[in-house]
Protein backbone atom coordinates (compact mmCIF):
# COMPACT_ATOMS: atom_id res chain seq x y z
CA UNK A 1 0.00 0.00 0.00
CA UNK A 2 1.39 3.22 -1.20
CA UNK A 3 2.21 5.01 1.84
CA UNK A 4 0.16 8.19 0.75
CA UNK A 5 -2.81 5.93 1.41
CA UNK A 6 -1.91 4.05 4.61
CA UNK A 7 -1.64 7.84 5.86
CA UNK A 8 -5.42 8.28 4.65
CA UNK A 9 -6.25 5.17 5.76
CA UNK A 10 -4.98 6.43 9.49
CA UNK A 11 -6.64 9.45 8.78
CA UNK A 12 -9.93 8.11 8.84
CA UNK A 13 -9.20 5.34 11.49
CA UNK A 14 -8.98 8.16 13.88
CA UNK A 15 -11.65 10.21 12.63
CA UNK A 16 -13.98 7.40 13.30
CA UNK A 17 -12.64 6.56 16.50
CA UNK A 18 -13.03 9.88 17.57
CA UNK A 19 -16.39 9.95 16.66
CA UNK A 20 -17.18 6.75 18.25
CA UNK A 21 -15.77 8.03 21.76
CA UNK A 22 -17.79 11.60 21.03
CA UNK A 23 -20.86 9.40 20.51
CA UNK A 24 -20.06 7.38 23.41
CA UNK A 25 -19.55 10.57 25.68
CA UNK A 26 -22.86 11.50 24.55
CA UNK A 27 -24.84 8.51 25.66
CA UNK A 28 -22.85 8.52 28.63
CA UNK A 29 -24.28 11.94 29.73
CA UNK A 30 -27.59 11.76 28.45
CA UNK A 31 -27.76 8.65 31.02
CA UNK A 32 -26.00 10.58 33.60
CA UNK A 33 -28.55 13.33 33.13
CA UNK A 34 -31.52 11.21 33.20
CA UNK A 35 -30.55 9.37 36.41
CA UNK A 36 -29.37 12.48 38.28
CA UNK A 37 -32.63 14.57 37.41
CA UNK A 38 -34.07 16.33 40.45
CA UNK A 39 -36.43 14.06 42.60
CA UNK A 40 -39.55 15.62 42.60
CA UNK A 41 -41.52 17.32 46.01
CA UNK A 42 -43.97 19.63 46.71
CA UNK A 43 -43.12 22.88 47.17
CA UNK A 44 -45.06 24.97 50.36
CA UNK A 45 -45.19 28.71 49.88
CA UNK A 46 -46.24 30.64 53.16
CA UNK A 47 -47.76 33.77 52.80
CA UNK A 48 -50.18 36.03 54.26
CA UNK A 49 -54.04 36.97 54.10
CA UNK A 50 -56.66 38.66 55.72
CA UNK A 51 -59.08 37.36 53.93
CA UNK A 52 -58.29 33.48 53.52
CA UNK A 53 -57.31 33.65 50.05
CA UNK A 54 -54.28 33.20 47.35
CA UNK A 55 -54.42 36.09 45.86
CA UNK A 56 -52.26 39.22 44.47
CA UNK A 57 -49.24 38.05 41.54
CA UNK A 58 -48.65 35.23 43.01
CA UNK A 59 -51.92 33.51 43.11
CA UNK A 60 -52.69 35.33 39.25
CA UNK A 61 -49.50 33.36 38.54
CA UNK A 62 -50.30 29.95 40.94
CA UNK A 63 -53.88 30.12 39.15
CA UNK A 64 -52.17 29.98 35.62
CA UNK A 65 -49.49 27.37 36.18
CA UNK A 66 -46.72 29.98 35.60
CA UNK A 67 -45.07 29.58 38.90
CA UNK A 68 -45.26 25.75 38.55
CA UNK A 69 -44.00 25.74 34.94
CA UNK A 70 -40.99 27.53 35.85
CA UNK A 71 -40.35 25.83 38.70
CA UNK A 72 -40.54 22.08 37.37
CA UNK A 73 -37.09 21.83 35.80
CA UNK A 74 -35.83 21.80 39.74
CA UNK A 75 -38.02 18.81 40.41
CA UNK A 76 -41.17 21.36 41.85
CA UNK A 77 -44.26 18.65 41.03
CA UNK A 78 -47.05 21.02 43.06
CA UNK A 79 -47.52 24.15 44.81
CA UNK A 80 -49.12 24.06 48.01
CA UNK A 81 -50.11 27.84 49.95
CA UNK A 82 -50.34 28.05 53.28
CA UNK A 83 -51.86 31.12 54.56
CA UNK A 84 -51.64 33.41 58.01
CA UNK A 85 -52.76 36.22 59.27
CA UNK A 86 -49.28 38.04 59.81
CA UNK A 87 -45.59 38.07 58.42
CA UNK A 88 -44.36 37.24 61.88
CA UNK A 89 -46.55 33.68 61.69
CA UNK A 90 -45.58 33.13 58.23
CA UNK A 91 -41.50 33.25 58.98
CA UNK A 92 -42.20 31.13 62.33
CA UNK A 93 -43.22 28.57 59.94
CA UNK A 94 -40.16 28.67 57.97
CA UNK A 95 -38.07 28.39 60.61
CA UNK A 96 -39.88 25.46 62.17
CA UNK A 97 -39.84 23.78 58.40
CA UNK A 98 -43.75 23.92 57.79
CA UNK A 99 -43.31 25.46 55.06
CA UNK A 100 -39.99 26.09 52.13
CA UNK A 101 -40.65 29.71 50.97
CA UNK A 102 -41.96 32.72 52.90
CA UNK A 103 -43.14 35.88 51.43
CA UNK A 104 -43.70 37.99 53.76
CA UNK A 105 -43.16 42.18 54.38
CA UNK A 106 -40.03 43.80 55.01
CA UNK A 107 -39.82 43.31 58.89
CA UNK A 108 -40.48 39.93 59.47
CA UNK A 109 -37.92 38.66 56.46
CA UNK A 110 -35.17 41.34 58.18
CA UNK A 111 -35.50 40.65 61.86
CA UNK A 112 -35.50 36.79 61.34
CA UNK A 113 -31.85 37.16 59.49
CA UNK A 114 -30.96 39.52 62.30
CA UNK A 115 -31.62 36.84 64.87
CA UNK A 116 -29.08 34.55 63.36
CA UNK A 117 -32.14 32.50 60.95
CA UNK A 118 -29.96 30.65 58.34
CA UNK A 119 -32.11 31.74 55.50
CA UNK A 120 -31.31 33.60 52.19
CA UNK A 121 -33.04 36.32 50.07
CA UNK A 122 -34.65 35.04 46.47
CA UNK A 123 -36.28 37.63 45.43
CA UNK A 124 -38.67 40.67 46.07
CA UNK A 125 -41.59 39.63 44.52
CA UNK A 126 -42.88 43.31 44.85
CA UNK A 127 -41.58 46.81 45.70
CA UNK A 128 -43.16 50.28 46.25
CA UNK A 129 -45.52 49.19 48.35
CA UNK A 130 -47.42 52.09 49.84
CA UNK A 131 -48.87 51.93 53.76
CA UNK A 132 -51.52 54.65 54.97
CA UNK A 133 -52.20 55.94 58.74
CA UNK A 134 -56.25 55.72 58.38
CA UNK A 135 -58.55 57.21 60.77
CA UNK A 136 -62.19 56.56 62.15
CA UNK A 137 -64.39 58.41 60.14
CA UNK A 138 -65.14 62.21 62.11
CA UNK A 139 -61.93 61.25 64.01
CA UNK A 140 -58.56 62.63 64.13
CA UNK A 141 -57.65 64.52 61.20
CA UNK A 142 -53.68 65.30 61.32
CA UNK A 143 -50.96 63.20 62.96
CA UNK A 144 -50.77 65.05 65.81
CA UNK A 145 -53.86 64.52 66.81
CA UNK A 146 -53.22 61.01 68.21
CA UNK A 147 -51.64 62.28 70.83
CA UNK A 148 -54.29 60.44 73.55
CA UNK A 149 -55.54 58.33 71.28
CA UNK A 150 -55.51 54.63 70.77
CA UNK A 151 -53.46 53.83 67.67
CA UNK A 152 -53.33 50.04 66.60
CA UNK A 153 -50.85 47.70 64.57
CA UNK A 154 -49.74 43.95 64.33
CA UNK A 155 -46.17 44.14 65.52
CA UNK A 156 -43.09 42.96 63.59
CA UNK A 157 -45.12 43.97 60.66
CA UNK A 158 -44.66 46.63 57.57
CA UNK A 159 -47.69 48.21 59.17
CA UNK A 160 -46.24 48.54 62.35
CA UNK A 161 -43.10 49.67 61.09
CA UNK A 162 -44.93 52.47 59.07
CA UNK A 163 -47.08 53.67 61.86
CA UNK A 164 -43.72 54.38 64.01
CA UNK A 165 -42.37 55.57 61.28
CA UNK A 166 -44.76 58.20 60.66
CA UNK A 167 -45.14 59.22 64.31
CA UNK A 168 -41.56 59.48 64.53
CA UNK A 169 -41.56 61.78 61.51
CA UNK A 170 -44.18 63.74 63.46
CA UNK A 171 -42.19 64.17 66.46
CA UNK A 172 -44.55 62.43 68.90
CA UNK A 173 -43.15 58.28 68.56
CA UNK A 174 -43.02 58.66 72.48
CA UNK A 175 -46.34 60.26 72.81
CA UNK A 176 -48.32 57.38 71.30
CA UNK A 177 -47.93 53.81 71.50
CA UNK A 178 -49.08 51.26 68.87
CA UNK A 179 -50.79 48.60 70.42
CA UNK A 180 -49.86 45.28 68.67
CA UNK A 181 -53.69 44.35 67.27
CA UNK A 182 -53.87 41.98 64.42
CA UNK A 183 -55.35 43.58 60.97
CA UNK A 184 -58.91 41.93 61.21
CA UNK A 185 -59.48 43.22 64.71
CA UNK A 186 -57.94 46.95 64.09
CA UNK A 187 -60.03 47.60 61.13
CA UNK A 188 -63.07 46.00 63.49
CA UNK A 189 -62.36 48.71 66.16
CA UNK A 190 -62.01 51.31 63.96
CA UNK A 191 -65.35 51.22 62.52
CA UNK A 192 -66.23 50.45 66.09
CA UNK A 193 -64.64 53.48 67.49
CA UNK A 194 -62.63 51.77 69.97
CA UNK A 195 -59.50 52.24 67.87
CA UNK A 196 -58.63 56.10 66.35
CA UNK A 197 -55.92 55.05 63.41
CA UNK A 198 -54.52 52.01 61.90
CA UNK A 199 -52.24 51.15 59.01
CA UNK A 200 -53.11 49.44 56.15
CA UNK A 201 -52.51 49.15 52.69
CA UNK A 202 -53.28 48.05 49.13
CA UNK A 203 -57.00 47.94 48.12
CA UNK A 204 -58.08 48.17 51.89
CA UNK A 205 -56.66 51.24 52.38
CA UNK A 206 -58.32 53.21 49.06
CA UNK A 207 -61.50 51.66 50.16
CA UNK A 208 -61.61 52.91 53.71
CA UNK A 209 -60.98 55.99 52.38
CA UNK A 210 -63.95 56.10 49.44
CA UNK A 211 -65.89 55.15 52.46
CA UNK A 212 -64.95 58.14 54.60
CA UNK A 213 -62.63 57.00 56.97
CA UNK A 214 -59.39 59.60 57.32
CA UNK A 215 -56.17 59.66 55.35
CA UNK A 216 -53.88 60.97 57.88
CA UNK A 217 -50.67 59.89 56.64
CA UNK A 218 -48.78 57.78 53.91
CA UNK A 219 -45.49 55.95 53.84
CA UNK A 220 -44.79 57.23 50.41
CA UNK A 221 -44.88 60.34 51.60
CA UNK A 222 -41.83 59.80 53.76
CA UNK A 223 -39.75 57.63 51.96
CA UNK A 224 -40.87 54.24 53.77
CA UNK A 225 -42.01 52.31 51.04
CA UNK A 226 -42.11 48.68 51.00
CA UNK A 227 -41.10 45.70 49.41
CA UNK A 228 -42.11 41.59 49.41
CA UNK A 229 -39.23 39.77 50.06
CA UNK A 230 -39.31 35.63 48.89
CA UNK A 231 -36.91 33.85 51.59
CA UNK A 232 -35.75 30.18 52.30
CA UNK A 233 -33.42 28.17 54.71
CA UNK A 234 -30.17 27.38 53.51
CA UNK A 235 -30.78 24.61 54.09
CA UNK A 236 -33.67 23.78 51.81
CA UNK A 237 -31.34 25.50 49.13
CA UNK A 238 -28.92 22.69 49.61
CA UNK A 239 -31.04 19.86 49.40
CA UNK A 240 -32.38 21.64 46.08
CA UNK A 241 -29.49 23.05 43.73
CA UNK A 242 -31.02 25.38 41.16
CA UNK A 243 -34.10 26.21 42.71
CA UNK A 244 -33.35 30.00 44.08
CA UNK A 245 -32.54 30.65 40.71
CA UNK A 246 -35.79 28.96 39.44
CA UNK A 247 -37.66 31.00 42.27
CA UNK A 248 -36.09 34.01 40.96
CA UNK A 249 -36.74 33.46 37.23
CA UNK A 250 -40.47 32.12 38.19
CA UNK A 251 -41.30 35.38 39.62
CA UNK A 252 -40.20 37.75 36.83
CA UNK A 253 -42.04 35.56 34.54
CA UNK A 254 -45.70 36.31 36.95
CA UNK A 255 -44.84 39.79 37.13
CA UNK A 256 -44.07 40.49 33.13
CA UNK A 257 -47.50 38.21 32.60
CA UNK A 258 -49.19 41.05 35.15
CA UNK A 259 -47.67 43.99 33.27
CA UNK A 260 -48.97 42.28 29.78
CA UNK A 261 -52.70 41.28 31.04
CA UNK A 262 -52.94 44.24 33.46
CA UNK A 263 -56.80 44.80 32.94
CA UNK A 264 -57.57 41.33 33.33
CA UNK A 265 -55.12 41.27 36.49
CA UNK A 266 -57.01 44.68 37.85
CA UNK A 267 -60.03 42.47 37.52
CA UNK A 268 -58.69 39.48 39.36
CA UNK A 269 -57.27 41.24 41.84
CA UNK A 270 -60.70 43.41 42.65
CA UNK A 271 -62.87 40.24 42.34
CA UNK A 272 -61.00 38.80 45.38
CA UNK A 273 -60.85 41.91 47.30
CA UNK A 274 -64.93 42.19 46.79
CA UNK A 275 -63.96 46.05 45.39
CA UNK A 276 -64.48 47.93 41.98
CA UNK A 277 -61.73 47.35 39.43
CA UNK A 278 -60.15 51.21 39.28
CA UNK A 279 -59.70 50.59 43.48
CA UNK A 280 -57.19 47.77 42.37
CA UNK A 281 -55.88 49.44 39.58
CA UNK A 282 -55.11 52.46 41.92
CA UNK A 283 -53.69 50.18 44.72
CA UNK A 284 -51.07 48.04 42.56
CA UNK A 285 -49.53 50.13 39.53
CA UNK A 286 -47.72 48.33 37.28
CA UNK A 287 -44.73 49.77 39.20
CA UNK A 288 -45.53 47.50 42.06
CA UNK A 289 -44.43 44.38 39.92
CA UNK A 290 -40.26 44.88 38.94
CA UNK A 291 -39.43 42.82 36.17
CA UNK A 292 -35.97 41.62 38.13
CA UNK A 293 -35.82 39.26 41.01
CA UNK A 294 -34.04 42.15 42.82
CA UNK A 295 -34.15 45.34 41.27
CA UNK A 296 -32.08 48.44 42.35
CA UNK A 297 -34.92 50.16 43.71
CA UNK A 298 -36.48 47.25 45.71
CA UNK A 299 -33.25 46.50 46.78
CA UNK A 300 -32.72 50.52 48.21
CA UNK A 301 -36.01 50.18 49.76
CA UNK A 302 -35.28 47.45 51.59
CA UNK A 303 -32.14 49.04 52.97
CA UNK A 304 -33.89 51.83 54.30
CA UNK A 305 -35.57 49.73 56.50
CA UNK A 306 -33.06 47.58 57.52
CA UNK A 307 -31.24 50.97 58.64
CA UNK A 308 -34.57 51.95 60.38
CA UNK A 309 -35.08 48.98 62.20
CA UNK A 310 -31.09 48.64 63.41
CA UNK A 311 -31.42 52.14 64.33
CA UNK A 312 -34.80 51.60 66.61
CA UNK A 313 -33.45 48.46 67.83
CA UNK A 314 -35.82 45.87 66.46
CA UNK A 315 -32.76 43.94 64.81
CA UNK A 316 -30.92 42.06 67.27
CA UNK A 317 -27.77 42.30 65.34
CA UNK A 318 -26.42 43.87 62.60
CA UNK A 319 -26.16 41.65 59.14
CA UNK A 320 -24.46 41.94 55.50
CA UNK A 321 -27.29 42.28 53.36
CA UNK A 322 -25.35 41.74 50.42
CA UNK A 323 -24.12 38.27 51.78
CA UNK A 324 -28.24 37.91 52.42
CA UNK A 325 -28.97 37.70 48.96
CA UNK A 326 -28.90 34.94 46.59
CA UNK A 327 -26.81 36.21 43.88
CA UNK A 328 -28.20 34.95 40.12
Not at 41 to 55: A, C, I, K
Not at 176 to 192: I, M, Q
Not at 283 to 305: R, V, Y
Amino acid sequence: MPSSLRAHVRRVVLLVSASAALAACGSAAAGSGSSNAPEGFTLRVGLTSVNGTVQGNLGWGDERNLLLDALKPVGVEKIEFALFQSGTDVTSALLSGAVDVAVTGDNPALTARSRGAKTRLLALSTISGDTWLIGRPHGPTHIEDLVGKTVAAPEGTIRDRVAHGLLRAAGIEDEVPVSNVPTPEALAGLAGGSIDATTVGGTTAIDLARKGYVVIDKASEHGLESTEPNTAQQSFLDRHPGFAEAWARAVVKVNEHVRAHSDDYWAYSAEKDGVDVDIAREAEPLDHFPEQALPDEGLAQLTSTYEYLLDNGTLEAPFDLTKWVVQP
